[in-house]
């Protein structure tokens, strides 16, 4: 793959970020609407958060159930294939059980929404230390992910960011550290593995969103033979977080 078709492509997504918010901004309400990707009036969706966490009225450990879900049940892919906007919708990333962090994060704001929790989008610019010791550093220059996706969910009105990108069984075999839920306090990307090593650094908050921005979808579609080209690199040198 082109390095500049890569970071050509990583440049319009970072770039379409033109509506972000800060937490103070968001609304609520908003963060409850079913949407074409967000689609958690969706039978399966509901279906799946109904069965989770039937047994508790306890927002947080609603939250915990639903996040450990989307963490270990949605298998982690750097580089899934995208066959149209339906690629991104939650129904559709529950049945096929995989994604990158912008798919989980939809799902699992898909799935908090149906229990009535108020979540919401959230970008970020993250360093990815370990790829700086791999032959992928070349194509991915100091080891930077530009658009990072997860999600902010909102307990008691206050606004915690929780980020269940990578399953378990993925940090396992890795050696990483594994994002868990706790109560009154946020989950994000860990700053090192269990040895020690640095891991990621988040170097840029790029805002909150109450939808998810369909230029992405536009942006990737218009795009598709460079990730398809990214995705065949990936696959054959099984790059992962």
Same mark, same amino acid.
């Given at each position: 793959m082109d390095i500049n078709q890569f970071w050509e492509l990583n440049s319009y997504l970072k770039? $379409?970020?033109? =509506?972000? %918010?800060?937490?103070?901004? #968001? =609304?609520?309400?908003?963060?409850?609407?079913?949407?074409? @990707?967000?689609?958690?009036?969706?039978?399966?969706?509901? $279906? /799946? $958060? #109904?069965? #989770?966490v039937r047994s508790t009225n306890n927002p947080w450990e609603i939250v915990k159930t639903l996040f450990d879900f989307v963490r270990d049940r949605i298998i982690y892919d750097f580089a !899934?294939? @995208?066959?149209?906007?339906? $690629?991104?919708?939650a129904s559709v990333i529950l049945k096929e059980g995989t994604g990158f962090c912008h798919q989980k994060a939809i799902l699992l704001t898909a799935l908090l929404r149906a229990i009535e929790i108020p979540t919401a989008l959230v970008f970020? =610019?993250? %360093?990815?230390?370990?790829?700086?010791? /791999?032959?992928? %550093?070349?194509?991915? !220059?100091d080891g930077m992910l530009p658009v990072h996706a997860l999600v902010a969910v909102n307990v008691s009105g206050k606004w915690y960011r929780l980020d269940a990108t990578l399953d378990s069984i993925l940090c396992r075999k890795k050696g990483y550290r594994i994002t868990k839920v706790v109560e009154g306090k946020e989950s994000l990307l860990p700053k090192n593995t269990l040895n020690g090593t640095p891991h990621f650094t988040i170097k840029k908050e790029l805002g909150y969103f109450e939808s998810y921005p369909k230029e992405f979808c536009s942006l990737l579609l218009e795009n598709i033979n460079s990730w398809n080209s990214w995705r065949m690199f990936v696959k054959k040198k099984q790059l992962t977080m």
């Open positions: 770039n $379409s970020l033109n =509506n972000a %918010k800060n937490s103070e901004e #968001l =609304n609520s309400m908003h963060c409850l609407v079913n949407d074409e @990707i967000i689609n958690h009036d969706h039978e399966d969706i509901r $279906s /799946t $958060s #109904l069965k #989770l !899934p294939e @995208i066959v149209g906007r339906s $690629s991104w919708q970020q =610019n993250v %360093k990815d230390h370990i790829l700086l010791s /791999t032959r992928y %550093k070349n194509l991915i !220059p």
